[in-house]
């Protein structure tokens, strides 16, 4: 497996030809209209020339998809080219498939590197361009946004409890899989194009949240390299989580699923 790094510099304005590599932001989402206005602005608004937004929309009932629209138009009317775009899906299929989709796209239409990130402003999109720094500057593979590092922070607003279930599913996960990634179950990651092409999205079984998990570790197992740098954390002040009992029970059982089947290709290799 590929070694585990963290970067605790201090962000400090990107070169302008750094800043001119093609990313792309590819933000799922699922009845997010009260969240997708600001979301999009802030992205918008980051010294990056390169970056874009593909937002995928899973039919959201709310009209998320048509709000996306309106904001595309909006932006790429203001920049004179395409900086923003929507993929719409027809039914809401899993975080995880939404994902890889949009993911896929990305890489299609030419991103370097693809960012995820939530719709929910959990993640802090003025961190985007010391991921790009940290992946331009050290050839990182996977950039991972990540709460359980030195520096790394979680919302005043999550209770104790709910603070102890994040740290034990990091835990249980990198424990029964054998990383060393501390934020591994964390959604808030930059992916270089060349390691999602060898890890092949469309074989993912992931459909929910355990797609973080799946992602992470099949990375490390192609040897791809991994560094974390720390964020804050904060709690959605909008809308509903999208973790119900399935997708709970998933997260519990794909490690397994993960770690039977690396098991049974160790054996077909020694064969």
């Avoid at 979301?39 to 980051?46: E, I, K, N, R, T």
């Avoid at 998809?65 to 009317?77: C, F, P, Q, T, Y």
């Avoid at 996960?173 to 930059?190: P, Q, W, Y």
Wanted: proline content about 4%.
């Amino acid at each position: 497996m590929s070694a585990i790094r963290t970067s605790a510099a201090v962000a400090a304005p990107l070169p302008a030809e750094w800043g001119r590599t093609a990313t792309t932001v590819v933000m799922p989402t699922y009845n997010e209209a009260d969240s997708l206005p600001a979301m999009a602005d802030a992205l918008m608004a980051l010294p990056l020339e390169g970056l874009r937004l593909l937002v995928v929309d899973d039919n959201s009932p709310d009209g998320t998809g048509k709000i996306a629209e309106d904001l595309a138009e909006r932006h790429n009317s203001e920049a004179g080219r395409t900086r923003m775009s929507v993929l719409h899906r027809t039914a809401k299929d899993g975080l995880g498939r939404a994902y890889a989709a949009g993911m896929a796209r990305a890489v299609d239409e030419g991103a370097v590197y693809v960012v995820q990130m939530d719709a929910d402003g959990s993640h802090p999109p003025a961190k985007i361009p010391e991921l790009l720094g940290v992946a331009l500057a050290t050839g990182a593979d996977l950039v991972v946004g990540s709460r359980y590092v030195p520096g790394g922070t979680l919302s005043d607003a999550w209770g104790l409890h709910r603070k102890l279930l994040s740290r034990w599913a990091n835990a249980y996960a990198s424990t029964i899989l054998g990383t060393r990634v501390r934020d591994i179950t964390g959604g808030f990651n930059l992916w270089s194009a060349a390691a999602l092409r060898a890890l092949d999205l469309g074989t993912v079984d992931s459909a929910g949240y355990s797609f973080q998990v799946e992602m992470k570790y099949r990375a490390l197992h192609a040897g791809c390299a991994v560094m974390e740098v720390p964020i804050h954390f904060e709690d959605r002040t909008v809308g509903e989580s999208k973790m119900n009992l399935a997708v709970q029970l998933e997260s519990v059982a794909m490690p397994w699923r993960l770690r039977a089947k690396a098991t049974r290709a160790s054996g077909d290799r020694a064969r």
